[in-house]
Every structure is written in structure tokens, then in C-alpha cells.
């Protein structure tokens, strides 16, 4: 057994969608970043496998949705079924899978998570970072040398086994953060003495992947399915494959008396199938090769870890910090969104950029949301669960109870509609200038054409996750001579030595490392062209804007009203690194924006 040392910036246990998300996001932002994983491999079938609408946009920020799109299935409608008056099944409302009316993608695309982990393994490898299979984190403590809260010290120290190796070997890592995103049995979480607060209900489900032979019309859309004989619900997947959640009747028989735990060996795919039957009764399914490619059964749990981290050293992430039900697809993308919102802010600490306090917004944004998720799920599961109405059962669900359900969740679980609270780097002071735009949420998708070329862009398409935070200069219409000189005013006071560009963007005007800086003008583009901007705002001629129709009319116009800017007033909107709205100013609030910033960036 041979022993070695080594130094790193953040080490990340567990190679799951949290795992690649962060490894990947890091590496891209230049930290020194391992991931390891016990598995001696990724996953090859099963498990997670839908991608919301918010989860795809944030794929698009770094460049990877393309590969997901091309691999993966598309779901654009949603179907249900309830009981009919013969005792079967009739389909009752048909209705796009996406209501949430900002969406940028009205669809949902379904992959195997094995196939998702891997386009962000390939993009970590094109940055010098490779998952480590085959490892096993043996034991974590923290230096009594040295002070937590200084980003340079190596407080973190971890002993990995490798154990793939022809003699099996021990590695001493000392890492200055640990991120655990080794999933609902975390051993990360559990060395760092972290609890989980929540329940495990009695509802037990059953899930299996085949390609069907069925007569159901419905089997390629989102299907719910509510009948005498219980629920279930089919998610259609690539590769003509199906997904079927089953929810289990005997569930007594499941349970293992000696742990009081689902018992995999108690059941199998067959029987599952018998009760998929008699849920779609009179309808039929079987499997049309025989090959069933993977199955499981469950119990749901709804849980989330009473922190998130521990001395602001030691974090954990996705499943080792929250657990719910399947039913609206929020695991593999919840999980993601967590490590999204980590990501940027170790990097801004390690690089000297931010204080260590910007750590805590981590804990503080990401509980918030999985307790609201559970909150979700708990009203949402309990629809699933629950016996649909009858003249003999008139406490049961109605179908327009759970319509109303799936309309009313529609921005949570799209994603979405995901807010956080107000922070150190989210103040919503000046909300009132951006009707339209809520700070705390994503920026709202909408297509504004370029100056120079009247090309047509979409904003969040100029909002990659670099690592950059993006100014928004909206300076109304620059045709007109008093906004023009309300623009030059605003590029005046960015100039000056002390302005938050100079203080805080760390590089010369337009190659800002921290920063980055967009201006639309509300004029039209026959009024103006990109020289009309004052010098400051076009180090580049692609970084000023005009809210038009492109040449062909079909895109672009009305961005200001829709983001309910005032036209000739404007404002500065300032997105975080992740894509989420931080801070609305007034076009001259220079000051206000360097405070902003001045809270948490040094």
C-alpha cells in the first residue's frame, strides 16, 4: 500500500449530476478541481432522466444544451386519465407539458442521467479534469492549524482510497473546500455529523424502463393515469424507451419486518408490469422485446439537511442535502441547480474576488428553495396518492382538482419560477424600475437585435456562466438628445477611477474578468446605429443593442415593455453569474450599483 500527498483547491466526492455540474463549472473557471467517485463506472441506465425548462437554459450558459438536444426525447404535452364510467380508464384533458409564460423552451427533454453525466465529463475533460472512478473517501477532518475563514489555508484533509489500482493505494488529499455530492446516503454528510429533518411516507412506488407495446394513444406524451386500481405515470424516454412510475397497492408485502425498509428481492419486474396493467385496464402494455433495461422500487422520502455546510468549508450538494418524490422530474435538476449556485462563489473566494460572508448565501438560497420543493412535493404527491372521487368516495381527488394543481405548480416545477430571498446579492430596492423582471429570478428570455449587423440575439445567450457578473445598461432612446445625454452621463461616472467598473471589474474597459457590460437602447434601428453609442459602451462593436424587430420582422421588439423599463428613463440591471437578477439601479445610479457590489466583491 503506497501512500501519497497532494494539494487542491476543491475536492468533489460523488460524480453525479451535482458532482459534474460543479467539477465542470470549477475547471471552467480556472480552480484547481478533483472529482472522485466509488463507482468503478458511470451509470449506464436508469436513474434520473428529465430536463426542465430552467435546467435547459442553464445547460445553454455553458454551451452544452446543443449535445443534450440531439441525444436526448422531447416532451411538449401532458395527458391524463381518469376513471370512466365502465370501471376503466378515459383520457380527459390534453395540455402543453410547460405553462409557465417567460419559458424560453416549452418542452421537456428526457436522458438518462448517465448520458447527461457524461456531455459534462466530456466538457471537464477538455479542461483538464477527469472524473476518478473508483475511489473511496475513507476519512475527513479539519485542521486545528490555521484560520477557517482564510481562503489560502488547506484546512480540509482527506483520506482516498483508490481501488482500481494493482496494489490498492492511499492518498492524503488537502483540499481548502470539500463539496459532497455523493447522493441520499451521503458519506460526506454523514462524517460532517449533518441531520436530516423530514419524514418517509408509506406511499411505495415501482419504476421500470422499456420499449412498450401498448394500445394507450397517449404512451409518447407525459401521462398520468388515475384510476380504481391506483396511480401511475408515463414518461417517455429516448431510444423509443418508456418510463413507468407504478404506485404499488400491497404495499405490506414490500417492507423487510426485520429493518422496517422497501425490500428490492420482495418483488420484480413482472409483477410490476401486472399492476401497470391493471391501472391502464382496459387499455394493455407489454414489453416488445422482452428487455426490461432497468427497474427499481422506492419509497419517497422528504427530507432536507439541517445545513448545508459546515464551517463554510465543507458543503454538501443534491441528493445528500434533499430528498422527494420523482413525480414532477425536480431530483436530477435540483440537484444541478445546486451546484450552479455554488460554483461561482467558491471561485470568487478563491480567487481573491469576494469575501468568504459570500459562502453563506449558498446555505441561505439553496435550503430555502428544497424546503419550498418539499412543501411542492408534499401537495404534489399527495394528488398521486390520493383515491380519485366517487359517489361513494367524495373526499377523493377530482380531475379538476389536480388540473388545477398542474397549472398552479407550473413555474415551480418548470423551474422557472424559482426566487431567492433578499441578500447581501439580491436587493430588491429599486424593484419598481423593472416591472417585468423580479429580482431574485432568472433573467426573462427575450430577443434584441445588435447594433452594428441588426443581428438578432437572445439575452441569455449574452449571459454565459463565465464566471462574470453582467451590467445591463438600458438607456432608453439614444436618438432622442436628452437620453443620449443621460447614456453619456452614466458612461462619465463609469469612467472615473472609483467607479464600480475600475474598483471591481479587475482588467481594462470590455475585458473585465469580473465583470461584463451590455447596453440596449430602446430606439430603432433607422434612427440609430452602433457609433451613436458613446466610446465607453462599445469596446467592442457586438456589445450594444437596440430593442427592434430584426430585418425580417419575425423577432426582437418590445424588450424595455416587457421587462416594464421605463423607455426613455432606463435603468441598469445587474445579473449574477448564474443568471439570476441581483441588483435594478437608475440609469445615474453609479453609487448605488458600487454599493451593491462593494457588500460582498473586495
Not at 463507482?39 to 450558459?61: K, N
Request: aromatic residues 10%; negative net charge; hydrophobic residues 40%.
Amino acid at each position: 500500500m503506497t501512500v501519497g500527498e497532494s494539494y487542491v483547491d476543491v475536492l468533489v466526492v460523488g460524480a453525479g449530476p451535482a458532482g459534474v455540474m460543479a467539477a465542470n463549472a470549477l475547471a471552467g473557471a480556472g480552480i484547481n478541481v478533483r472529482i472522485v467517485d466509488k463507482r468503478p463506472s458511470g451509470v449506464l441506465v436508469g436513474q434520473a432522466d428529465g430536463i426542465l425548462p430552467r435546467t435547459l437554459e442553464v445547460l445553454q450558459s455553458y454551451g452544452l444544451l446543443e449535445k443534450v438536444l440531439k441525444k436526448g426525447n422531447y416532451i411538449l404535452k401532458s395527458t391524463f386519465y381518469n376513471p370512466s364510467a365502465d370501471g376503466g380508464i378515459e383520457p380527459t384533458a390534453r395540455t402543453a407539458i410547460v405553462n409557465a409564460p417567460t419559458a424560453r423552451y416549452h418542452y421537456v427533454i428526457t436522458l438518462h442521467q448517465g448520458a447527461i453525466e457524461e456531455i459534462f465529463i466530456e466538457s471537464m475533460r477538455e479542461r483538464g479534469c477527469n472524473v476518478e472512478h473508483a475511489t473511496v473517501p475513507r476519512s475527513l477532518k479539519f485542521s486545528e492549524v490555521g484560520d477557517l475563514t482564510d481562503p489560502k489555508v488547506f484546512p480540509v484533509k482527506v483520506v482516498l482510497e483508490h481501488t482500481n489500482r494493482d496494489d490498492i493505494s492511499t492518498e492524503v488529499v488537502k483540499a481548502r473546500y470539500i463539496l459532497g455530492s455523493d447522493g441520499g446516503h451521503s458519506w460526506v454528510r454523514k462524517t460532517l455529523g449533518i441531520e436530516m429533518d423530514g419524514d418517509v411516507t408509506d406511499s411505495i412506488w415501482g419504476v421500470l424502463d422499456i420499449i412498450p407495446d401498448t394500445n394507450l394513444p397517449d404512451y409518447r406524451n407525459q401521462t398520468f393515469i388515475h384510476s380504481h386500481a391506483g396511480m401511475m405515470f408515463i414518461i417517455p424516454r429516448e431510444d423509443d424507451l418508456v418510463r413507468l412510475y407504478i404506485q404499488q397497492s400491497d404495499t405490506a408485502s414490500l417492507i423487510d419486518p426485520a429493518t422496517g425498509r422497501v425490500d428490492k428481492s420482495r418483488t420484480n419486474p413482472e409483477k410490476l408490469l401486472a399492476q401497470a396493467k391493471k391501472v391502464m385496464s382496459p387499455y394493455d402494455i407489454e414489453i416488445k422485446d422482452g428487455h426490461v433495461r432497468w427497474w427499481t422500487i422506492y419509497v419517497v422520502g422528504q427530507r432536507v439537511a439541517k445545513s448545508y455546510s459546515v464551517h463554510d468549508r465543507a458543503f454538501i450538494a443534491g441528493d445528500a442535502c434533499h430528498t422527494h418524490s420523482p413525480k414532477a422530474g425536480q431530483g436530477m435538476n435540483a440537484s444541478m441547480g445546486d451546484t450552479h449556485n455554488l460554483a461561482w462563489k467558491l471561485a470568487y473566494v478563491l480567487k481573491g474576488w469576494a469575501s468568504t460572508s459570500l459562502l453563506k448565501t449558498y446555505e441561505s438560497e439553496r435550503r430555502t428553495f428544497a424546503q419550498e420543493l418539499i412543501s411542492f412535493d408534499k401537495q404534489w404527491s399527495k394528488l398521486f396518492t390520493g383515491k380519485p372521487r366517487t359517489e361513494a368516495n367524495q373526499d377523493g381527488v377530482t380531475h379538476e382538482q389536480f388540473m388545477s394543481a398542474f397549472k398552479t405548480f407550473g413555474g415551480f416545477s418548470s423551474g422557472i419560477g424559482i426566487r431567492y430571498e433578499p441578500s447581501l446579492i439580491v436587493n430588491p430596492t429599486h424593484q419598481e424600475l423593472a416591472t417585468g423582471l423580479t429580482v431574485g429570478e432568472r433573467m426573462v428570455p427575450h430577443v434584441f437585435i445588435r447594433a452594428a449587423d441588426s443581428h438578432p440575439l437572445e439575452i441569455q445567450d449574452l449571459l454565459p456562466s463565465d464566471t462574470r457578473f453582467k451590467v445591463l445598461a438600458f438607456g432608453g432612446d439614444i436618438s432622442i438628445p436628452e437620453d443620449r445625454a443621460r447614456l453619456q452621463n452614466l458612461a462619465d461616472g463609469l469612467e472615473k477611477p472609483g467607479s464600480f467598473v475600475k474598483r471591481y471589474g479587475r482588467g481594462e474597459n470590455g475585458k473585465w474578468e469580473v465583470l461584463d457590460l451590455l447596453t440596449f437602447s430602446s430606439g430603432k434601428e433607422d434612427r440609430i446605429g452602433h457609433l451613436d453609442f458613446p466610446a465607453f459602451f462599445r469596446p467592442h462593436w457586438s456589445k450594444v443593442l437596440l430593442d427592434d424587430f430584426d430585418v425580417h420582422g419575425r423577432s426582437g421588439g418590445g424588450g424595455y415593455a416587457k421587462y416594464g423599463i421605463d423607455e426613455h428613463e432606463g435603468a441598469i440591471v445587474v445579473v449574477r453569474p448564474d443568471g439570476y437578477i441581483g441588483f435594478v439601479a437608475p440609469l445615474d445610479g453609479v453609487e448605488q450599483v458600487q454599493s451593491y457590489f462593494s457588500s460582498f466583491l473586495l
